[in-house]
């Protein structure tokens, strides 16, 4: 997901850097086309002077403009916000489960999101089966993702300053941005990592993506044609990695059941040295000038 989006970005923007590719691809991505864009110049610069002074120019690209109404903005809103999935999407777009599930139908249909399912194996192993009490509520479901990256980017961002922006106050949306812009981020580093292993590994993965369950959650679970499973963890920190995030992903792993080959670590600033001595047949560290390989 996103990589030949982000390609093409990439090379319209030919004088960026990757971590600001992808820090602007998190906001601009599936925009750049249709706007005149300068991103050369700082974060702040940019969103003050391009996006905050053009502010009704970026309104007017989001299509169907019904999106920008109720309830489909709050929807979109509780998509853009937490962990996606259904149940907490319809909560916090305070948003019945019938009449949820239409509206969403209705964006896949429009291709504005797309349902990611759950590969978490049935609580039951048979129909009859008497599961225990704590587990009988529990629900596996999908979690719902944008198409677009500048929709993720505006109904998380921005729809809270709508208000303020039109009026030309733009001090508190600015202030939330620099504050919350890393979750974007983050997610956008977490996609384009499933696409770099899928890569590394010669487009032979029959599966990929984020893993969740009742016990944890994985930023990526895949696994070869050959049945090699790899188990992968993303941070987009200012800060190297250390050997105990491998050995967290560890004890994970032991609390979902998995049973895990490989682990690859993706890593926006590096790694520590312990860490670096790790790498080898079963441990994959990728850093940031790894992903240049999404964009040839």
């Known amino acids: 997901m996103y990589r030949y989006e982000f ?20 906001i601009f991505g599936g925009v750049e086309g249709e706007i005149s864009l300068n991103l050369s110049e700082d974060i702040d610069t940019i969103m003050r002077g391009q996006f905050c002074k053009n502010y009704h120019k970026f309104r007017e690209l989001i299509e169907p403009s ?19 999935r259904l149940s907490n999407i319809f909560r916090r777009a305070r948003v019945g489960d019938s009449l949820g599930r239409d509206i969403l139908e209705e964006f896949s249909s429009l291709d504005i999101i797309t349902f990611e399912p759950s590969r978490e194996a049935p609580l039951r192993k048979y129909p009859a089966q008497r599961l225990k009490r704590h587990l009988r ?33 733009f001090d508190r ?52 044609i050959d049945g090699v499973v790899i188990v992968g963890e993303c941070k987009y920190k200012n800060r190297k990695v250390s050997g105990n995030e491998l050995h967290k992903l560890r004890r994970k792993i032991v609390d979902s059941n998995l049973k895990v080959d490989k682990f690859a670590l993706f890593s926006k600033s590096g790694f520590s040295n312990s860490l670096t001595r790790l790498g080898g047949r079963d441990v994959i560290l990728f850093e940031l000038k790894d992903f240049k390989r999404l964009i040839f």
Do not use: C
């Open 137 to 169: 509520s529990y629900v596996i479901e999908p979690k719902v993702r944008f198409n677009t990256p500048f929709l993720n980017f505006w109904f998380a961002l921005v729809f809270p300053f709508e208000s303020e922006l039109e009026r030309g106050d």
């Open 7 to 26: 390609k093409e970005f990439v090379h319209r923007f030919g004088y960026l850097t990757m971590d600001r590719a992808i820090e602007r691809f998190s």
């Open 173 to 224: 949306f600015m202030e939330s941005f620099h504050r919350d812009i890393y979750i974007l981020n983050s997610f956008m580093f977490e996609q384009l990592s499933n696409e770099l292993l899928n890569l590394y590994f010669g487009g032979n993965l029959v599966a990929l993506g984020s893993y969740w369950d009742r016990n944890s959650e994985f930023d990526i679970l895949a696994e070869t």
């Open 66 to 84: 019904y999106l920008l109404e109720e309830p489909y903005s709050r929807l979109l809103r509780g998509v853009s916000r937490g962990d996606g």
